[in-house]
């Protein structure tokens, strides 16, 4: 199981990414995934999740309505956009995936907010 995210960045303040999560070495479509992200110091936090099939999300409160997950299995990815960024979100965002009962992570994307 490998996962690559890509996508991270210097924003400013307002800014908009768009994160992907390449998945390979199994069959992602059977799974369902998820975003997490770790800020400087804190906690490793779940952004989003998203059902094997993309039929149904779920936003963390504080990101609700700014981020949107999404994904394509046709193309073994997953997505986060991410709107109306602010400093606070500034973190290292991780995909996650748990196949039968092991837990994968990627090696995360640096998303830098500020002016």
């Known amino acids: 199981v490998q996962l690559v995210e890509s996508g991270g960045g210097l924003v400013q303040p307002g800014g908009s990414l768009r994160l992907s999560c390449v998945a390979s070495g199994f069959t992602s479509s059977n799974y369902a995934m998820r975003w997490y992200r770790q800020a400087p110091g804190k906690e490793r936090e779940l952004v989003a999740a998203?059902?094997?099939?993309?039929?149904?999300?779920d936003v963390a409160d504080s990101m609700r309505g700014r981020f949107t997950i999404s994904r394509d299995n046709a193309k073994n990815t997953m997505y986060l956009q991410m709107n109306s960024l602010t400093p606070e979100d500034t973190a290292v965002y991780y995909c996650?995936?748990?196949?039968?009962?092991?837990?994968?992570w990627g090696q995360g994307t640096q998303v830098t907010v500020s002016s």
């Open positions: 998203i059902t094997s099939a993309g039929d149904s999300t």
């Open positions: 996650y995936v748990r196949v039968r009962l092991t837990r994968y």
